[in-house]
C-alpha cells in the first residue's frame, strides 16, 4: 500500500516491468519523524549523530519495498507551485523555467516524510502539451522533470513518473480516437522511462 496525501486511489507501475502493478492509496496526513529514546541513541554509538539516525535508508528494489508495509507519496505539485506565485501554465514548463523551485518542492515532500516523489509531469502528453503549442518540447520537459526529481531523490526516495490523461474526450463522445489516446501515452512513458524514473502513478484517469 502507498499512502499519499489526497483521496483517489491510482495505479503504479515500476519502470522495469510494467507488467506489475499496485493500486496506491491516497491519504490526507503527514509523516511523523520516528523518535527515537535516549537509550536507543546511546546504542548508536559516540561516532553516529543523531541526526543520522533519522536519515531514510538507500531504497530497496520498489516490489521488495512494497510488501514491507505502507509507503508514504508525496502530495500536489501543481498547487504548491501556484502557492508560491509560479503562474505560467502549464505548470510542467516549470522543470524548464524554473528547476529551482520544482526541486524545492520536491525536497520539502521528502523533509516531511515521503519515500516518493513524483516527476512534475503530469500534464506532460503530446495532446495536453499541444494546448498549450508546447508539443514539440515534451521530451525536453518530460526529461528535465525526472531529472530534476532524481536529484532531490537521490538514492533513498522513489522517483515515479508522473502521467495524466489527456484532457480530451475519446470518440464517441469526443474527437481523440483511442489510438490516438494510446500513442500520446506511449510516447510519454517512454521518455520517462528513458530519463530513469522507479515506477509510474496514472492519475486521475476515469477509465483505465
Not at 503549442?133 to 513518473?161: K, M, P, S, T
Not at 474527437?175 to 509510474?200: C, H, N, P, T
Request: hydrophobic share 40%.
Amino acid at each position: 500500500m502507498v499512502l499519499r496525501w489526497g483521496i483517489l486511489s491510482v495505479v503504479s507501475l515500476p519502470s522495469n516491468d510494467l507488467r506489475y502493478g499496485w493500486t496506491v492509496l491516497r491519504s490526507y496526513g503527514k509523516c511523523r519523524h520516528r523518535k527515537y529514546s535516549a537509550r536507543s541513541r546511546h546504542s548508536l554509538g559516540s561516532s553516529t549523530t543523531f541526526d543520522s539516525a533519522l536519515e531514510k535508508p538507500v531504497k530497496l528494489d520498489f516490489r521488495q519495498r512494497i510488501k514491507k508495509g505502507p509507503i508514504l507519496c508525496d502530495g500536489a505539485m501543481g498547487t504548491l507551485l501556484d502557492m508560491y506565485g509560479s503562474g505560467e501554465r502549464p505548470h510542467e514548463i516549470q522543470n524548464i523555467m524554473h528547476p529551482e523551485l520544482v526541486r524545492r518542492i520536491h525536497q520539502e515532500y521528502i523533509d516531511a516524510g515521503a519515500e516518493i516523489i513524483e516527476t512534475n509531469t503530469f500534464s506532460a502528453n503530446r495532446l495536453r502539451l499541444s494546448q498549450f503549442h508546447l508539443q514539440d518540447r515534451l521530451e525536453e520537459i518530460n526529461r528535465a522533470g525526472v531529472e530534476i526529481a532524481r536529484h532531490a531523490a537521490g538514492d533513498r526516495v522513489y522517483v515515479a513518473g508522473s502521467v495524466g490523461p489527456t484532457g480530451k474526450l475519446l470518440e464517441p463522445i469526443g474527437k481523440i480516437r483511442l489510438s490516438e489516446a494510446r500513442e500520446a501515452f506511449k510516447e510519454q512513458i517512454e521518455v520517462l522511462l528513458a530519463a530513469g524514473i522507479d515506477l509510474l502513478i496514472l492519475e486521475t484517469f476515469v477509465s483505465l
